[in-house]
């Protein structure tokens, strides 16, 4: 069963405050519906845990402060964070775990593939899952997951702008897309493909898929050379997008490369490190000239010593976003916490937001980066 709680107008006002303050206790488990359990599941471990502990950060600041001011109606909030390493088959079990611990609700998951695996779990259970980064377009559009809500646009938007920009912007002709074959990765790159040649402005030269985690990409870099493209859209993850673009460079292949928000971060700079230059990747639209965004940067700042990651201030939002509606609900059952996500607008460092019907966020997009000088920077 679900807790009822009647609540003061604090949800708001937190994020204002963020920098203020801060305390790095979490909260200790408490009897059981003495605490609202807020999970947070991602990947925390594994070559993609530069995606998910952002959002870990993000949880913890907002949550602090939080129960720093006395909680909501008294009772803290109670974090429960677990690890799917961005795999399917783990999620199942780490939303398993969540479900039994009495989850009241859960920021997550990181991975599409795994959001996808996990979503039927807490659907069963009347748990509402919001995401920061889970962008596949089916976990909305498909009607199947009524309790599932994102703060980060879907794909067919983010590839939108991939093509758009290699043909109106940069020109090329012939395009080869090519794709993890993953459920983020390989849905991404189809529709790329289609806006491709809906486009009428460049050709598909090549549409192909590669297993992730090989260590040779060698036979698909030839054929990306072979098809004689102009640039190459990538839909997948930042292990395989930098061997990729590494060994394109080693066989001195000046073709464009385009990605996605699974390639831009950090971590892609790191690990290609000169390669990296020149690379163009999608990724959640910059909000630097909203201060709620600056707050919630300098609040990791001070609390952690370190920049914030990837999905950071989308995960901050869906963490607002999320007590804010329990708050205006009265309540953590599913409907009336579904209720007050779609009615109710919230200030965020993503912007003012509120949800459609499908769950996805409105008014949030992508823009364009590219790196320079070892870092990502807005492209217009």
Known sequence: MKVHIKTPKKIQALVSAAVVGLSMMIPVAGMAGDTIKLGVAGAHSGDLASYGLPTVNAAKIVVAELNAKGGINGK???????????KPEVATNTATKLVSQKVDVVIGHICSGATKAALPIYKAAGVVLI????????????????????????????????????????GVKK???????????????????????????????LF??????????????????????????????????????????????????????????????????????????????????????????????KTFSSDAGAFYENAYSATVAILNAIEKADSTEIAAVTKALQAEKVETPVGSINFDAKGDAVGVGFAMYQVRNGQFVEVK
Request: proline fraction near 4%.
């Open 175 to 205: 395009i080869a897309v090519i794709h993890d074959k993953g459920d983020y990765g390989k849905g991404l790159a189809e529709f790329a493909k289609g806006f491709i040649e809906k486009s009428g402005k460049a050709e598909v030269a």
């Open 76 to 86: 803290q909030v109670e974090l429960l964070i677990e690890d799917d390493a961005c």
């Open 131 to 170: 995401s920061p980064s889970a962008t596949s377009p089916d976990l909305t559009q498909s009607g199947e997951y009524p309790n599932f809500f994102r703060t980060i646009a879907s794909d067919d938007m983010q590839a939108r702008a991939e093509v758009d920009y290699a043909t109106n912007v940069l």
């Open 208 to 301: 192909e898929g590669v297993t992730p985690g090989a260590v040779d990409y060698s036979a698909i870099v030839q054929k990306i050379k072979q098809s004689q493209a102009d640039a190459v859209i990538f839909g997948g993850y930042h292990p395989e997008a930098s061997k990729i673009v590494s060994m394109m460079r080693k066989k001195r292949m000046d073709t464009v490369f385009l990605s996605d928000d699974g390639v831009k971060d950090d971590t892609f700079i790191k690990v290609a490190g000169k390669d990296a230059e020149g690379v163009y990747a999608t990724g959640p639209q910059d909000n630097s000239k909203n201060p709620l965004s600056q707050a919630a940067k300098d609040a990791h700042k």
